[in-house]
């Protein structure tokens, strides 16, 4: 090999070396010049108007989060169109940590069986945080109706077709599905009237309208305990501890039967990983936190389930199988 080939090939060498030790250089420079997240104002979007219970969350997560890193935190409304709105939103939105999606779980694990068409994937456009709560729903009626059991209901159901009433907030809510969910279990079947709202629905049950709905719990407990309504049934797993007298549906006639609502906190599909581990932890903080949970959850009858992005990945795809058979097997029609 002649002289200046082999000058060639180890000026070569040299120059590649040195270009890798430029490259690494300026990588470790860029990333010490990226600033620690957060550097700027975070926004919580969430897919319901003010004053309701996601709101309520998305506003203690923002005090939080500003006081813990010194940034501002806000929440911003945008409701409609069962969640579509505000996931689309988030969906689209620069997966930076910088807009976060705080939702009930039908953005997951019913839309994607109650539409025939979404503005978002809800598996690919999201990355879960953590679950937040869970909120337990009662099976009530109106102190009129001849039965005090699930076992009662069923057997009124059954004696006249389509002769009780329920009452819902829509195609797709969770009074309408659980309650589908309770007719395809039980097999009977009631009359659906549908309302603009749980709290007008409600009010049509305890005015003796319609005979029966199921709604969160802590909503019902003022009028059920003036005697206005019955709690036939709890919907969830087990008893709970504050009214250890009321039976589950599940107990009453109907083995695995559970009627829960349950909110996450998500990020935009392709957020850092490290971001997303970072309000894990914040957000857990917090709810574990005595003073948060004497305020907060105990009074509102919330129950916490703060678990891994991983868990709440998990608890979508197990929900999403149960309410699309849920949907199928009720024959329910699907939107759009």
Known sequence: MSL?????????????????????????????QEPAYPSKPIRIVVPAAPGGVTDTLGRALSQQ???SWGHQAVVENRAGANNIIA????????????????TPEPTF????????????????????ITGLIVINQALVAHSSVPAN????????????????????????????????????????????????GAAPALNDVVAGHVDIMFVNVSSALQQ???GKIKILAMGSA????????????????????????????????????????????EVRRLFSDPGFQEKMLTPNLFESVTNSPEQLAELIRTQTEKWERVIREARVVKLN
């Not at 082999?6 to 490259?23: D, M, P």
């Open 224 to 226: 059920w305990k003036a």
């Open 149 to 196: 059991s699930v076992k009662e209901l069923i057997g009124l159901a059954r004696a006249k077709p389509e002769g009780r009433s329920y009452a819902s907030f829509g195609v797709g809510s969770s009074a309408h599905l659980n309650m589908a969910m309770f007719e395809t279990m039980a097999k009977v079947r009631f009359n659906h009237i549908q309302y603009k």
């Open 109 to 128: 694990v019913i839309n994607p069986s109650l539409y025939s068409k979404l503005p978002y994937d809800p598996v690919k456009d999201f990355a879960p």
């Open 4 to 32: 200046q080939r082999r000058r060639f090939e180890s000026l070569s060498r040299i120059s590649v070396r040195s270009l890798l030790v430029l490259a690494c250089l300026g990588t470790a420079a860029a990333s010490a």
């Open 87 to 102: 996931a689309e939103h988030v969906a689209k939105s620069a997966p930076d940590g910088y807009t976060l999606f705080l």
């Open 238 to 281: 087990r008893r709970l501890a504050r009214f250890p007298e009321v039976p589950t549906v599940a107990e009453s006639d109907l083995p695995g039967f559970e009627a829960t609502s349950w909110f996450g906190l998500f990020a935009t599909g392709g957020t850092p990983r490290e971001i997303d581990l970072k309000l894990n932890t």
């Open 65 to 67: 989060f500003t006081k």
